[in-house]
């Protein structure tokens, strides 16, 4: 499975911006993807996730409420629609698929075993 995030780019805060990460390859082992981010010096942390066949989702608490995660299963692509950006969003943006289900209780990092390159997003105040 290869992945290709895209969509990143300098914003100003109170500003939207999506995000796209498609998928190829053996697309049809994909079981969940998520969205990751990791800010200079901080470590990776997970954003949102979502089953790609009954679409459910998940979200860190820090974007609940702001960002949309959604999947166009036809284009085998992941969506990270994100509004009222802050300066601390700032951050490379990471998609990442698995082919297995989440343990509950686990973070969603495990079981990540497929990344894109990262797309670079930047907020200013």
């Known amino acids: 499975v290869q992945l290709q995030a895209s969509g990143g780019g300098l914003v100003q805060a109170g500003v939207s911006l999506r995000l796209s990460c498609a998928a190829s390859?053996?697309?049809?082992?994909?079981?969940?993807m998520g969205w990751f981010r990791q800010a200079p010096g901080k470590e990776r942390e997970f954003v949102a996730a979502i089953t790609w066949s009954g679409g459910r989702t998940s979200y860190t608490d820090s974007v609940k409420g702001r960002f949309t995660i959604s999947r166009d299963n036809a284009k085998n692509t992941v969506f990270l629609e994100m509004s009222s950006l802050k300066p601390e969003d700032t951050a490379v943006y990471y998609c990442?698929?698995?082919?297995?289900?989440?343990?509950?209780?686990?973070?969603?990092?495990?079981?990540?075993?497929?990344w894109g390159k990262g797309t670079q997003v930047t907020v200013s105040s």
């Open positions: 990442a698929a698995s082919r297995s289900a989440l343990r509950a209780g686990s973070p969603q990092i495990n079981g990540m075993e497929y």
């Open positions: 390859g053996r697309t049809y082992i994909i079981y969940r």
